[in-house]
C-alpha cells in the first residue's frame, strides 16, 4: 500500500534508537524524510552514518527535550532545512522508576518534563508549520495509564497527559485540518527493554512469563510493527481518524489474561 508519505518531512522526537528507530525505518520505506529529534548524540550519530550509507535522506539534530528554547530551537532547525513540517510524532521518553513511596517531589517533577511536557512543546512549536500542510501529530504512549505498574508514578501520570492530550489538541484543531491520535505500546522488544530484562539472573524465565500473557502468538511486538501503524496514522489513509488511542500491543491491555 503506498501511504504517500514520500518527501513529507516528520519530526521524530528519540528517533535514533528504539522504537523511535522503528518508526523512522518504517518512514524511510515510505520515502518520507524523518527529523529525528534527540538528545543522545551517540546513537544518532551511528544512525545517521547506517542510514547515510543507504542513501536515504534523514535529519537530524540534538536537543535536550526538557529545555524549552532547544525544543524551539530543534523545530526552526528542521524548518530551516526543509521549509515545511509535515507531522509530529513524539516518541522520547523514559519508565524512570519515580513512585509514591520514593516521596521524590523534584523527581516526579522531572519525570513529568522527560515524558510529557515537551510533547506539549513540540506540538506548540511545530504547529505554525502543521497548519499550513495540514499535517498530523502522533503521540506514542504506554499501557501503564491504562493498567498501572507499581513504582512509576510519574511515567504513568505522564502517559495518563499523553492521551488526553491527544484527545484534546484533536478537539482544539478540528478547525485545521490536522489529526491528533495516539499509538499505546505495551511490550515492545527494543534494545533498552533488552537490558532490563538481562538485570534478572533468569533472563529466559523472565521473559516467557511475560510472553505468556500477550494473548495474540504470545511474543513481543516488534518496534518494526510500531513504527508501520505510525507510518499509517500519518498518511492520507487514515484521513477520518482522529482523537484516536490506538493499541499496538497483540491484545495485551484489553483482552481477558483467562485466554492464556
Not at 194 to 220: G, Q, V
Request: net charge negative.
Amino acid at each position: 500500500m503506498d501511504l504517500k508519505l514520500k518527501d513529507k518531512v516528520i519530526i521524530v522526537t528519540g528517533g535514533s534508537k528504539g522504537i523511535g528507530l522503528g518508526i523512522v525505518e518504517s518512514l524511510i520505506r515510505e520515502g518520507a524524510i524523518p527529523a529525528i529529534i534527540t538528545r543522545n548524540k551517540q546513537s544518532v550519530d551511528e544512525v545517521m552514518e547506517t542510514l547515510g550509507a543507504g542513501g536515504v535522506e534523514v535529519f537530524a539534530t540534538i536537543a535536550e527535550l526538557t529545555n524549552p528554547e532547544e525544543c524551539k530551537e530543534a523545530v526552526n532547525a528542521v524548518v530551516a532545512k526543509y521549509g515545511r513540517i509535515d507531522g509530529l510524532v513524539n516518541n522520547a521518553g523514559v519508565n524512570d522508576g519515580v513512585g509514591l513511596e520514593s516521596g521524590d517531589y523534584e523527581g516526579f517533577i522531572m519525570s513529568l518534563k522527560r515524558n510529557v511536557v515537551h510533547y506539549y512543546l513540540m506540538a506548540q512549536y511545530a504547529l505554525p508549520e502543521l497548519k499550513k500542510s495540514k499535517g498530523a501529530i502522533v503521540n506514542i504512549g504506554s499501557k501503564t495509564a491504562d493498567t498501572g505498574q507499581g513504582g512509576t508514578s510519574g511515567y504513568a501520570a505522564s502517559n495518563g497527559g499523553r492521551n488526553a492530550l491527544t484527545r484534546e489538541w484533536a478537539v482544539e484543531l478540528l478547525p485545521y485540518g490536522i489529526r491528533v491520535n495516539a499509538l499505546i505500546v505495551a511490550e515492545c522488544y527494543t534494545p533498552l527493554y533488552e537490558s532490563w530484562i538481562s538485570t534478572f539472573p533468569n533472563k529466559e524465565e523472565k521473559l516467557a512469563a511475560i510472553t505468556k500473557n500477550i494473548p495474540l502468538e504470545k511474543r513481543m511486538t516488534t518496534a518494526e510493527e510500531i513504527g508501520d501503524s505510525v507510518a499509517f496514522l500519518l498518511s492520507e489513509k487514515s484521513s477520518h481518524t482522529t482523537g484516536q488511542l490506538i493499541y499496538v500491543d497483540g491484545g495485551y491491555t484489553h483482552l481477558d489474561r483467562a485466554l492464556e
